[in-house]
């Protein structure tokens, strides 16, 4: 059995070979077969492949030479990007790895390690958070639950759901969130992250890592054109798959949390690639609804039971 953290690449490569052309939800293999992509790079491929002038952008700095760690006007064009999207938060930075990300968070909430990094409650799948009577202390969120990321289209899950949320929640959410992990909608810059902070009295924002030139200009141009798309995506497109999504996840927004045991997902992570659905091959970070599908792709997983 394949262990490695990217297992579901050999796994995929053996069922349908490489891909050779990846537009929109759709990958297209060398085998000849049109795989509909759930897990669109944890949520970094969301506005689709291939569907962002970030691309251009990107080459235009390239071909400009601006390719060094001088200092450009492409941070300052960042982080506007970032309060343009998420005004609420006083200060951005940016992170070249998850570790010196987790290290930044915790030196803002003044924590003795680095932070894990979580999802929105609304997306917690590993037990209820509506429910009172949990131990709510800043600390102990920050070790089983961490910093939460951003992900576009929540807001409409989280005031939409029907589950009573309890105001310790609340309550420790609102706190958590002074500071928010963003996962740039851009899958072909690498691993780096953007974070948001609240610019409190007591708080210590440390600074920014090295990040080229291109990648600043290519991520600020993802962030508007998500910006310009969230108005155009909304609960009647996310529940379109519902006849079959809701056999195997619980959906939040476009966001599908697995009802299928933990212990048995890596066997249904087969079933949907036999099937030509590619899902999040990772049981805690949720697969999405497809933008651009059609009720055909799903015709497979919809007959067939797991």
């Known amino acids: ?71 450009t006007d492409y941070g300052h064009q960042l982080e506007r990007a970032v309060k343009a999207l998420l005004p609420e938060y006083d200060q951005v930075r940016w992170y070249n790895s998850l570790f010196s990300a987790q ?13 894990p990094l979580g999802e929105h409650p609304i997306l917690d799948a590993s037990e209820s958070l509506f429910v009172e009577n949990h131990d709510l202390a800043l600390d102990s969120w920050l070790v089983k639950k961490g910093v939460p990321r951003w992900r576009p289209w929540l807001d409409e899950a989280w005031f939409a759901s029907t589950q009573e949320i309890s105001p310790q929640v609340m309550e420790i959410n609102e706190r958590v969130q002074t500071a928010i992990v963003i996962v740039p909608p851009l899958p072909w810059v690498g ?25 600043m200009a290519s991520t600020a141009r993802a962030i508007y054109d998500l910006i310009a798309e969230i108005p155009n995506r909304s609960e009647k497109d996310w529940c379109r798959f519902d006849f079959v999504v809701k056999k195997y996840w619980e959906r939040r927004g476009p966001y599908l949390l697995p009802r299928i045991p933990q212990n048995q997902y890596r066997d249904f992570f087969h079933h949907c690639l036999d099937c030509g659905i590619f899902i999040s091959p990772n049981y805690r970070i949720p697969s999405i609804v497809p933008w651009g599908a059609n009720e055909g792709d799903f015709k497979r997983l919809g007959k067939n039971s797991f």
């Open 1 to 71: 059995m394949k262990t490695t953290q990217y297992w579901y690449c050999a796994e995929f490569e053996e069922k349908y070979g490489t891909v050779q052309r990846a537009r929109g939800c759709y990958l297209y293999t060398r085998s000849g077969r049109r795989v509909v992509d759930m897990y669109q790079e944890a949520g970094r491929a969301i506005l689709g492949w291939g569907n962002s002038k970030a691309t251009t952008v990107f080459k235009n700095i390239m071909s400009r030479g601006l390719t060094g760690t001088f200092p």
């Open 103 to 115: 290290t930044a968070l915790a030196q803002y909430f003044n924590f003795w390690t680095e932070i």
């Open 191 to 215: 691993t780096y992250y953007l974070v948001a902070f609240a610019d409190l009295e007591d708080r210590f924002i440390p600074p920014s890592d090295v990040l080229l030139p291109p990648v």
